[in-house]
């Protein structure tokens, strides 16, 4: 099993490695704390509710009884029902009313609205290289997508992408995209453990990117930060800083999770350009922060077609109306409110969890009909609240159906290892910690129904 330390490590590398943001601090920039006040007075909220503390001992701890988790699940609302009660009955009433309403209420509530129109993307090649990954022949590019700053010169944003292709390839292939960290501040962070260590966190797998080359895909990795920093004193740089020419953000402007996915988004711009690359078969994966930012993308972006979701927690696939682990007070906090639109602030002020139109199993409705797969550990891992995200899953099942998938085709929550793959949402929770290692063979054996070509 994973040994604490290399636990801890996880939990730095996502505090430091992703504090890395976008262009220089300027001088005399507010601070997070500053940001998050401003925007407390924009919405006229005096105090908001503290979210759970991590520490067991803490009067604040976060909840792990499953008696007292539920109850707010009565409130739940269901992604089959207009706003004004209305059943959704069939596809076309889907399409045309209810999906575009449960997108508004994501936008207004939660993560915001990206800017009509965002800024254009200039792809460019800054190396190419060869390379042996898993003892496959890759070709790999590193990219840069350079953001048009015409309108606001003074911000200046690149988006790091690297793709690579099997050498091989006899045609277009599918590519898996990640988003994580980048490389080099996670390179070193990895160096002060072990190949054992780090191969025992991830289950004894294979890295993911010798799994993918091995079936004869292409594999991308998008650095996040390089779209906008993970920090609430940034908010005025990167691409949300650059849609406000510099201004800070109204309540309804987007956060740092839509601001990621829009990134998804350019990147599938670039694969649509790429002739070796099809890109009707993109796929992509986000772990944690990131996993919260992929089902973002997965759900505005239908050009995507297939996502793995890795303990995403609160803001991701887990419900909100779950009292257990990490809570809306969390997200809502000067630590992570950078993340969602200041309008969210208001659920832990004046509104609870049980006033959202909507909660997470509508954000992974909004990926219906395409496949998603969700995923956690057990070792740990209890903060992002598993069975919150399969309750999740589960709830979203009816609106696959609606349109001709399956959903989860389990109605309890599953030991861990088992996976549930036989539907169009596929579960499985595996023996170990806050990784998406032990789950990717899962994954992509899932997302190999979809993309194999007889």
């Known amino acids: ?51 759970a503390d991590g520490d067991p001992a803490s009067p604040h701890a976060a909840n792990y009884d499953e008696a007292r988790a539920n109850g707010l699940m009565h409130t739940l609302p269901d992604p089959l029902r207009m706003d004004d009660g209305r059943a959704v ?70 988006i790091a992408l690297e793709l690579s292709v099997p050498a091989r390839a006899a045609g277009a292939v599918p590519v898996v995209l990640e988003l994580g960290f980048d490389p080099e501040v996670l390179k070193g962070f990895l160096a002060r ?39 609430g004193d940034g908010l005025t ?48 994966e986000g772990h944690s922060r990131f996993g919260k930012a992929a089902l973002v993308a997965m759900a505005f972006d239908q050009r995507i077609a297939a996502a793995y979701i890795s303990s995403s927690g609160e803001g991701g696939a887990k419900l909100w109306r779950r009292n257990f682990g990490e809570q809306v007070g969390n997200i809502a906090g000067s630590g992570e409110f950078h993340w969602v639109a200041g309008n969210f602030l208001r659920y832990a002020g004046p509104l609870t969890a049980a006033d ?6 509508h954000l992974i409705a909004l990926c219906a009909p395409r496949p998603v797969f969700i995923g956690a550990g057990s ?54 910690g806050h990784s998406p290692g032990p789950n990717w063979s899962y994954f992509l054996d899932f997302t190999e129904r979809y993309f194999h070509e007889d």
């Open 193 to 231: 453990f072990s190949e054992d260590e780090i191969r025992a966190f991830n289950g004894g797998s294979r890295d993911w990117r010798e799994q993918v080359v091995a079936r004869g895909w292409a594999f991308a990795e998008l650095v996040a930060t390089s779209v906008q920093a993970d920090s």
């Open 356 to 361: 959202l139109p909507v909660d997470a199993h």
């Open 379 to 432: 070792a740990g891992d209890a903060w992002v609240d598993p069975k919150g995200m399969f309750l999740a899953a589960r709830a979203a099942g009816p609106v696959y159906e609606l349109l001709g998938g399956t959903g989860l085709g389990a109605a309890e929550f599953p030991s861990p290892g088992t996976a549930l793959t036989d539907g169009d949402i596929a579960w499985r929770q595996h023996e170990y």
């Open 89 to 158: 009955t069939d596809a076309e009433t889907w399409w045309r009313a209810r999906r575009p309403e449960i997108v508004a209420h994501f936008e207004r509530e939660i993560y915001g609205r990206a800017p009509q129109p965002a800024p254009t993307v200039r792809w460019t090649t800054r190396d190419e290289s060869s390379r042996t990954i898993g003892g496959v022949a890759v070709d790999t590019r590193s990219l840069e997508g350079v953001v048009d700053n015409a309108a606001f010169p003074g911000i200046e944003v690149a």
């Open 237 to 284: 740089r990167g691409v949300i800083g650059l849609a406000n020419r510099g201004r800070q953000r109204s309540p309804e402007d987007w956060g740092a999770l839509r601001a990621w996915a829009w990134g998804i988004g350019r990147a599938v711009d670039y694969f649509e350009q790429d002739p070796r690359i099809d890109a009707g078969r993109v796929a992509i």
């Open 1 to 51: 099993m994973p040994s604490n330390r290399l636990a801890r490590f996880v939990g730095l590398t996502i505090v430091v490695a992703l504090s890395h943001g976008v262009g220089p601090v300027w001088a005399g920039e507010p601070t997070a704390a500053d940001n998050h006040q401003r925007m407390l007075r924009l919405l006229q909220i005096d105090a908001l509710r503290r979210g």
